[in-house]
C-alpha cells in the first residue's frame, strides 16, 4: 500500500461509487424482475400441453413465439458479458444518446440479466405439479388466473432463490461496466487501484462487494426459507382442510 493515504478522499469516492453500483443493480433487477417473469412464463405457457399452446387459436403462432423465445434466451447465455457489452455500444447509444455512464451501463446489464432469469423462471414453474393447475381449471380459472394465482405463487420460494442468484451476477457485471466508463466500484478498482497502483482502493472495493453480495444472499435465502416454512398456497389449503373423522 501506498504511504499518506488521503482516507478520506477514499472514502468519499467508493462512497459515491457504491451508490452508483446500486443505482445500476436496482434497475437493472427492477427491470429483469419484470422481463424475466413475462418471458420466462411465456416459454412455459406457449410450449406444447401449455395453456397458451395455441393463442389466438393458432399452434403455429405459439410454436413460432416459443422457438423465437426459445432462440432469444439462449443466444443472450452463450455471449459473454464483455463481448456482449462492447457489442451493445451501438445500440445503447441510439437509445439514450451515449454509450458510456451510469444510466447507459444499464442497458447492458439488463441485456444480460434477462435472459439468465428468463430460464431460472421457466425451470421453476416447470417444477410446479400439473394437477394443480388441472385442478384450478376445472373450477373456472381463466389462464391469467392460473398464471397468477397458482402457477407463479407455487413456484415463489424457486424464484427467490433464483432471483438471488441473478442479483448476484449482476454485482459483478456491474464491475465489469465500470471498465469501460460505466462508473460504479469497477470504475473505481481500475482508475485508482489499477491505473495508479493504489491499493488502498482495490482493498476497500473488495470488501464492498463482499458484503453487498452478502446481503443479498442472506435477505434471498430468509425469504425463500420463510416462503417454504408458511407453504405454498396448496400446501395451506391442504393444511387448512380437517381430517377425516374416523367412525
Not at 482502493?201 to 408458511?230: D, E, H, K, N, T
Request: net charge positive; with cysteine; charged share 10%.
Amino acid at each position: 500500500m501506498t504511504d499518506g493515504t488521503d482516507w478520506s478522499k477514499l472514502l468519499d469516492t467508493v462512497w459515491q461509487a457504491t451508490g452508483e453500483t446500486l443505482y445500476q443493480v436496482g434497475w437493472t433487477l427492477l427491470l429483469t424482475a419484470v422481463l424475466g417473469t413475462v418471458i420466462g412464463v411465456l416459454l412455459v405457457v406457449t410450449d406444447k400441453g401449455g395453456m397458451l399452446e395455441a393463442p389466438f387459436g393458432s399452434r403455429a403462432f405459439g410454436k413460432i413465439l416459443n422457438v423465437v423465445l426459445q432462440l432469444i434466451v439462449n443466444l443472450g447465455r452463450s455471449i459473454p458479458f464483455l463481448i456482449l457489452m462492447i457489442a451493445l455500444i451501438p445500440f445503447t447509444r441510439l437509445i439514450l444518446g451515449t454509450a458510456f455512464g451510469v444510466t447507459a451501463a444499464i442497458v447492458p446489464l439488463t441485456i444480460a440479466a434477462v435472459p439468465f432469469f428468463s430460464r431460472i423462471v421457466e425451470m421453476s414453474l416447470r417444477e410446479v405439479a400439473p394437477g394443480l393447475l388441472e385442478a384450478g381449471s376445472s373450477l373456472g380459472a381463466t389462464r391469467w388466473h392460473l398464471v397468477t394465482k397458482v402457477l407463479l405463487p407455487e413456484a415463489l420460494p424457486g424464484l427467490i432463490l433464483g432471483f438471488t442468484t441473478t442479483a448476484v451476477s449482476v454485482v459483478n457485471y456491474s464491475a465489469i461496466v465500470g471498465t469501460i466508463g460505466g462508473g460504479g466500484l469497477g470504475d473505481v478498482a481500475v482508475r485508482y487501484g489499477y491505473q495508479r497502483y493504489e491499493t488502498e482502493y482495490i482493498v476497500v472495493v473488495i470488501i464492498v462487494l463482499v458484503a453487498i453480495v452478502a446481503c443479498i444472499q442472506g435477505l434471498g435465502g430468509w425469504m425463500s426459507m420463510r416462503m417454504r416454512r408458511g407453504g405454498t398456497p396448496s400446501a395451506r389449503s391442504a393444511a387448512a382442510v380437517p381430517p377425516a373423522q374416523g367412525v
